[in-house]
């Protein structure tokens, strides 16, 4: 399908900071999108070759490539800017350390364009407002591979709404790989992530979603999220010591939306976001749990209690209807059951 001359359908956001190791990998595989697509890397404040590589890749690929140089402001500080300057009609955040399958990134990016030559036509009135597709756990060093799908929870190439939605099972969640965005609708959202702070993809996946009228799964494998480097911040150790942030962007999260509201319109909706609150309560406490002392004790209550004061109902349901709820009980033997509990989980699911 050729493309509207100018036109960009996707726009690439590749945060990336001391990233010289492996955002070629990344880069090389957004390319295949050719001129239908930008490709915005965002050098936030490297102290390695991360600004010379992205400066080569904008002069090689001028019109797909833009290099963009500023003071370092963490994860979430890149997300933002890729945002601000994005000219695609969707957008996408491809963390520097992962890539894309190339068969599928084409399958997507043809359906897009398809969506929207449709509308230029006056064939449909809008395009989705989300595309969902599938991600890959990908333990490169280790060979192993672990893929999540939404075939349950979403009909395969049909556009919907959260009305038509399935259950998710116990490892689905829509995370940041899983997601793109229309543009237009992030910023109508507001989606800010805060500055110099991890684990913000959880915000960028959460508040927009009431803002989602029209979904679109394709049951593609497209996302390979790389896992292993000891740097990382999903790694058990990095995460307890990163727990602050955690809790930050768990509070974060449980105050943005108003789960009342998205209840009266969508209820399925309401329900996967509070459970969505309900695991990340979950992974603040276990880690609290695992750090051990009188401090983190002291945070998980005052987290508990934020979550009270907040919102007394959804309190309620976090506590005695949810996952987050198992990771609350009272006593040593609570704390045992619960770190028990969490080895068996990464022991299964493969997470770092």
Same mark, same amino acid.
């Given at each position: ?129 989300? %595309? ?5 756990? $990908?333990?490169? #060093?280790? *060979?192993?591979? /672990? +893929?999540?799908? =939404?075939?349950?929870? %979403? ?5 919907? $709404?959260?009305? #038509?939605? *399935?259950?998710? /099972? +116990?490892?689905? =969640? ?179």
């Amino acid at each position: 399908m050729q493309s509207t001359k100018g036109t960009k359908y996707i726009s690439f956001a590749v945060p990336c900071y001391n990233s010289q190791d492996y955002m070629k990998r990344c880069i090389e595989s957004l390319l295949v999108g050719g001129e239908d697509v930008e490709i915005i890397v965002v050098d936030d404040g490297s102290t390695d070759m991360t600004g010379e590589i992205a400066d080569y890749y904008e002069k090689i690929y001028p019109g797909i490539v833009r290099a963009v140089h500023k003071e370092n402001g963490g994860h979430g500080s890149g997300v933002n800017k890729g945002l601000e300057l994005a000219n695609g009609i969707f957008y996408k955040v491809v963390d520097s350390d992962d890539w894309l399958d190339r068969e599928a990134y084409l399958k997507l990016l043809d359906k897009v364009k398809r969506f929207c030559t449709m509308k230029e036509a006056g064939l449909i009135r809008e395009v989705p407002d989300l %595309f969902v597709c599938n991600y890959i756990y $990908d333990h490169l #060093d280790e *060979g192993t591979q /672990h +893929t999540i799908h =939404y075939r349950n929870v %979403f009909p395969t190439e049909e556009t919907c $709404d959260w009305n #038509d939605i *399935g259950k998710f /099972h +116990t490892s689905q =969640y829509l995370i940041m790989h899983a997601l793109i965005f229309r543009t237009a609708l992030l910023r109508q959202s507001g989606v800010v992530l805060p500055e110099h702070t991890f684990y913000v993809d959880n915000i960028f996946a959460y508040k927009p979603l009431p803002y989602v009228r029209r979904i679109y799964y394709m049951d593609i494998d497209l996302y390979h999220y790389y896992i292993g480097r000891e740097d990382q911040s999903v790694n058990e150790k990095v995460l307890m010591s990163r727990i602050d942030q955690q809790i930050k962007v768990t509070e974060i999260v449980f105050k943005c939306v108003d789960l009342n509201e998205v209840r009266e319109e969508y209820p399925k909706l309401a329900e996967y976001m509070c459970r969505n609150i309900s695991i990340m309560m979950a992974i603040s406490s276990i880690h609290l749990l695992l750090i051990n002392s009188q401090e983190a004790y002291g945070k998980r209550k005052r987290l508990w209690n934020n979550v009270k004061e907040e919102n007394i109902r959804l309190y309620f349901r976090l506590k005695y209807t949810t996952v987050s709820g198992l990771t609350y009980l009272p006593g040593r033997l609570g704390g045992l059951l619960t770190r028990g509990g969490y080895r068996a989980a990464r022991r299964i699911y493969q997470f770092q």
